[in-house]
């Protein structure tokens, strides 16, 4: 099998193609998307470092002086909403925007939240084991980042189930060569929920409240169109990847039953088995970065204005930094994953993350017995962002 990111096959069982990639191809040119494949770790991380590559071009040159195509004008409102946020700009914008959310989002602040993420935890795992399991990804993967976000940021309860689907139509655009018909999806998305957000901004700059929006309001220097953004951004950002560690751990433990009876006789290893279910099955399987100067790895040339798609999927899976990569040990000490990033865009969420999934993992090992698959889960078709439909299981107290 050949790298394929639109196979089915491919997207189930991306690492052997990736060990080829590895050994045979550190650098390789994808033609249908026009990008350079990087799938060593070593390679993975500088290029993250390197400030020879962006995530953006814009500030630098336009499109056309890039050699890209101009925006279709019916995506603007989409980018509008996205570059107003500080994953899709670079410095010194993307200094300052961190910079002011930083602000907001403490890692004291975080951790003061981890009482209450175990209690939804708690409350949405015991409703799934009273009724015997179901569909996790549904039941607990889903609504527990969700809410946990959504009461971060103060979002009233009867709007909640409106984040969802925004988030979802939002990261269609993420995936590789999105379909026309993607594309408007995400343009009314973001739209929709720029507005709505604004409109919450300016009731909370009147009525302010103990939550991130009314605490982002006082800061002056955030523009309203800045701090929708960061708003759609955390939203987003702050479950799509969280759902899917949740789906893709319990399958890998379901499918490594040793390890999985390994943390459940040892809660300790809680915190490493969370970092090794990243490292293993990542639910963001590739990032882009455009190249702003010409760069060379491993002796190929790769100028100024093409894209490269680091592989993390790969990345996490390599023999020269995992010992035997491919074995799922929850006890892994030494564990440099490239998951949550590296350099300047590395994940601000990373510790809510990480709180969410030792409560979540956590509670359903303390309030399920036994927890068993009833059938094969089937991968949801995306490959950037890479997770399952579902997993049906049972569980029993
Ligand atoms: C397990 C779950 C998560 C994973 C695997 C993950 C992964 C990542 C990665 C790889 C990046 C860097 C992207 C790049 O370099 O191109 C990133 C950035 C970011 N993440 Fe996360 N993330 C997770 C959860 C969260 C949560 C819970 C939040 C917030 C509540 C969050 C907020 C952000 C933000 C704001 C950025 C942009 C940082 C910047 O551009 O400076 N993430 N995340």
């Known amino acids: 099998m050949l790298f394929d990111p639109w196979n089915p096959d491919f997207v189930a069982h991306p690492y052997r193609v990736y060990d080829e990639l590895r050994r045979e191809a550190p650098v390789s040119y994808f033609e249908p998307t026009g990008q350079w494949l990087i ?19 814009l500030h630098v040159a336009t ?33 300052r925007l961190r910079r002011l959310v930083s602000k907001a989002f403490t890692p004291r602040m975080v951790e003061s939240l981890r009482p209450q993420v175990r209690a939804i935890a708690a409350g949405l795992v015991d409703a799934y084991v009273d009724k015997g399991g179901g569909d996790l990804i549904a039941e607990v993967a889903e609504p527990l980042p969700v809410t946990v976000i ?7 309860e009867q ?16 995936e590789l060569n999105p379909t026309p018909d993607a594309q408007h999806t995400a343009v009314r998305a973001a739209t929709e929920f720029s507005a709505y957000l604004k409109s919450l901004a300016r009731d909370r700059r009147a009525n302010p409240g103990d939550d991130l929006i009314s605490a982002l309001t006082r800061i002056d220097e955030l523009t309203e169109e800045e701090l929708a953004g960061t708003c759609v951004l955390l939203l987003n950002a702050g479950h799509e990847a969280t759902v899917n560690v949740t789906g893709n751990g319990w399958w890998a433990l379901f499918r490594n039953p040793g390890e999985l009876e390994r943390l ?13 279910l990243m490292r293993w099955d990542t639910p963001l399987q590739m990032f882009e970065r455009w ?13 100024r204005g093409s894209e490269v798609a680091l592989l993390f999927g790969s990345a996490n899976r390599d023999p020269a930094v995992f010992e035997d990569p491919d074995r799922l040990d929850v006890g892994r000490a030494d564990n440099p994953h490239i998951s949550f990033g590296a350099g300047i865009h590395f994940c601000l969420g990373a510790p809510l993350a990480r709180i969410e999934l030792i409560e979540s993992f956590g509670a359903l090992l303390d309030r399920a017995a036994k927890l068993e698959l009833r059938q094969q889960p089937a991968w949801k ?13 049972t569980a029993t107290a």
Do not use: K
């Not at 499109?63 to 670079?90: K, N, Q, S, Y």
């Not at 959504?150 to 009233?156: E, V």
């Not at 190249?291 to 100028?303: K, N, S, T």
């Open 39 to 57: 799938s060593r770790h070593a390679d993975v991380n500088a290029l993250l470092r390197d400030r020879r590559l962006g995530r953006s071009y």
């Open 63 to 95: 499109h056309e002086e890039f050699g890209r195509p101009p925006e279709p004008e019916f995506l603007e409102p989409f980018w509008r909403v996205i570059r107003a946020g500080m994953l899709d700009v670079e410095p010194p914008v993307h200094t």
């Open 150 to 156: 959504a009461a971060m940021l103060g979002i009233p």
């Open 159 to 174: 709007d909640r189930h409106l984040l969802r689907p925004w988030s979802a139509d939002i990261c269609g655009m993420y």
């Open 264 to 276: 459940r006789a040892d809660r300790s290893l809680l915190p490493t088995a969370v970092e090794e």
């Open 291 to 303: 190249v702003l100067e010409d760069i060379e790895v491993h002796g190929v040339e790769i100028p």
């Open 381 to 393: 078709p995306g490959y950037v962002i890479r997770g399952l439909r579902s997993l049906d299981l």
